[in-house]
């Protein structure tokens, strides 16, 4: 199984909503990331877990907050969003944090905050 | 600081023309590089990727790079496109002294049928 899932592929939510993004792997991998993703921009780190530890916050607001529940699963909970927000969000997982570790990148959660 | 260049942000080819994608980067010191490819409405692949060796690498999909040190450059080539190969490429780096992924702008390629 070298595959990365995300659920839900779309996500609308009104700005006092709270919701969570899903992102999964089973290749036993042991670091996992959340990037968020402009149109036409390439991804922008948000934050990196390494053996399910937080390893990197990219200086990102609190209505993000990550949780890596086990080495498997990592989650993004999102509360009083702003439109600017709305973006799709990608979930990667590597072997580790090396610098030859090729992330795997899941096909994303395309949020729209209204 | 570290960056990537990607001196096309659009390129339109024909089917069976040659595309080359030029990428430069700033770091003086031992990368690590790589291609990755996002289709419309994909996620995100890796094209290939470079390490150390021979610096001519194969891809999938029939792609190459050429890593040449002197220039600091990670070309992406292909002899002859398809219609299929529409998609949005990324060069990438990482230096040997991190593990964070330098992202080029990208370049969107539209191939004519």
């Known amino acids: 199984d070298t595959e990365v899932t995300q659920t839900p592929k779309h996500l609308v939510m009104g700005m006092t909503n709270k919701k969570s993004l899903k992102c999964e792997q089973h290749m036993g991998h042991r670091a996992m990331y959340w990037y968020k993703q402009k149109a036409k921009k390439p991804p922008e780190l948000m934050f990196v877990?390494?053996?399910?530890?937080?390893?990197i916050n990219e200086s990102v607001p609190s209505r993000f907050s990550p949780e890596c529940p086990n080495s498997s699963l990592l989650n993004l909970h999102l509360h009083a969003l702003q439109p600017e927000d709305s973006a799709l969000y990608l979930c990667a997982s590597s072997p580790g944090l090396a610098p030859r570790g090729e992330q795997f990148f899941g096909p994303g959660t395309r949020l729209t905050v209204l | 600081a570290q960056s990537v260049s990607q001196h096309n942000h659009h390129v339109i080819l024909s089917e069976a023309a040659s595309l080359e994608l030029g990428c430069n980067y700033s770091y003086g010191g031992t990368v690590n590089l790589f291609w990755y490819v996002q289709y419309p409405g994909q996620h995100l692949q890796l094209l290939l990727k470079y390490f150390s060796g021979d610096p001519l690498v194969k891809g999938i999909k029939g792609f190459e790079a050429e890593f040449i040190k002197s220039k600091f450059s990670f070309n992406l080539r292909k002899p002859s496109v398809q219609w299929s190969d529409t998609a949005e490429y990324f060069c990438a780096v990482i230096p040997d002294s991190n593990y964070q992924l330098i992202w080029g702008a990208g370049t969107k390629l539209i191939i004519k049928p």
């Open positions: 877990y390494s053996y399910e530890k937080l390893s």
